[in-house]
């Protein structure tokens, strides 16, 4: 089976989630396409795996620069790819300005096309340094190339050899192409998250967004199915966005900031968030009140673990923000019921992408006896963004910006348990 990309260079974006050199991305392709969708458009028709990477889920060894800012530098050696202002472009050695100039870069090899004729793909895997490419085995491989009209084409098929692709790269009409990242990391998703070609397990670093589409040729035989995740089966999740009404949860009277306003912007975001990725949400409470009004304070705890177990959620996700005396302690803690059993990995997943997600400090996870944790049925974590009696925490966690981060974290932690 293969699959043709082709499409004008407006119409392709590299999208980037923040990277911390030297460090995997903790997201895979479909996530990094679901945060394009959240944070760029949702109209969009194909999204790419391009980049190597040290390890099948490790840090990305190619250069990804987008809108200026280069995440990492890569092999010097290496072709790279760069959309510029006059067009898309692959060359060696561009300089940092051009990279910084150009809307989106990354490097990736060998060459297959140069100037209108397949490469000396022996010399150049020689002079790239690759290694493990299998150049003559047939397995999976993909190519980026451009034609002379500056079309750009996108090649993947589960089984050819280099020389292959490098043909056909050329009889899809392009002058210049280079090799992606192949093997197992090769996947084409669609906006429906539905796989089109290869795999999506893998944590990468960067995916090519082919916003629309000029022309295709249709798949030629069906795939084998390949293990998924159960994306399909539907998950509910009970948000409890903490306090409200008259307890304010932790404040910081002088800047009017209040831990249920905090919890409940960002309790809502999430809800957007999961929703998009077809869960079922429920919220115990969408504005700012009293959830049982009257109640004694354990009555009204009960009454959010009751709205959990009436959805029979799946998980259950109380939001907060923390307070201590030092002003010094910050960073976001996620909270689990002791000997959960799903709680704690459910609580590891969202502490991990909440602090790639919000660049906050993180502190990890905790087993806690929280009572609200304890009256749902689910499994039941408790975050805590950061602390309000910390003026970094604080100044971040009341900008919208940093509550869409924090709500998208939680969002792909959450999902990616069902992985
Ligand atoms: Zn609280």
Redesign the pocket.
Known sequence: MALVTVARPKDVDLAVPPLTPGQPSGLTLRQIADGYSQWVTKDWARACNVEYRAGPSGPSVSLIAEAGKIWTTGDPRWPVALMTKDGPVIKENPSEAEIKAARWAFSAGPWLVRSGKVADIAAEINRCGFSGLMEGTPRERAGIGIRQDGIIVHYAIMSATLHQVASKMLELGCHTAINLDGGGSVGVVDPSGKLLLGYASRQVCCALMFRRILDESPPQDSQPPQPQPKGGEKMIVCIDP??GGPDP??VNIVEGLR?KDI?LAVSLKLAKYLRRAGVTVVLTRDKDTDLAPGLKDDEELAARGAVSNRAKADYFVSI???SFGDPEANGSTVHHWPGSVKGKPLAESISRYLAIASGLASRGTKATGYAVLGYADAPAVLV?LGFMSNKPDRWALREPSVQDKCALGIAFGILATRA
């Open positions: 903490g306090h949860g932790a831990e919890a907060h923000v923390d805590e």
